[in-house]
């Protein structure tokens, strides 16, 4: 039996409605100048982009959690952005619905993540 990993991915409001519209079973490419999408291998680094990127951009950002085969992932290449616990995976567009339809079991949702507060004092 093939092992599976689970992956993260950080979404805008409308991207976890279109998942959700999908019965939880895709990721859409999120812009037309995307070429490549980037599940995180950690679920830290997914919380982070959605808290310091969605958040601010669309008031709230979401994690959602999925497990794929290993042995499909391993055809893909990963990168490591200034951590190791910023890895991700980078899977062309053009093969996204390849990657959709080996996605296993449900998806898992976060809570909402708001915008960070800004804690710099007035003074």
């Given at each position: 039996?093939?092992?599976?990993?689970?992956?993260?991915?950080?979404?805008?409001?409308?991207?976890?409605?279109?998942?959700?519209?999908?019965?939880?079973?895709?990721?859409?490419?999120?812009?037309?100048?995307q070429?490549?999408?980037?599940?995180?291998m950690?679920?830290?680094?997914?919380?982070?982009?959605?808290?310091?990127?969605?958040?601010?951009?669309?008031?709230?950002g979401y994690?959602?959690?999925?497990?794929?085969p290993?042995?499909?992932?391993?055809?893909?290449?990963?990168?490591t952005?200034?951590?190791?616990?910023?890895?991700?995976?980078?899977?062309?567009?053009?093969?996204?619905?390849?990657?959709?339809?080996?996605?296993?079991?449900?998806?898992a949702?976060?809570?909402?993540?708001?915008?960070p507060?800004?804690?710099?004092?007035?003074?």
């Amino acid at each position: 039996m093939d092992s599976i990993i689970t992956l993260f991915k950080s979404l805008s409001p409308a991207q976890l409605a279109a998942v959700v519209a999908s019965d939880w079973r895709q990721f859409l490419q999120e812009a037309p100048q995307q070429t490549i999408f980037y599940p995180k291998m950690y679920v830290g680094y997914a919380e982070q982009i959605a808290k310091q990127w969605n958040a601010p951009q669309y008031s709230a950002g979401y994690v959602v959690g999925f497990t794929m085969p290993k042995t499909f992932m391993d055809r893909y290449e990963t990168q490591t952005i200034a951590y190791e616990e910023h890895r991700e995976y980078k899977i062309p567009v053009a093969e996204l619905n390849v990657f959709n339809s080996h996605i296993q079991g449900e998806y898992a949702s976060s809570r909402p993540l708001p915008r960070p507060m800004n804690t710099a004092s007035s003074g």
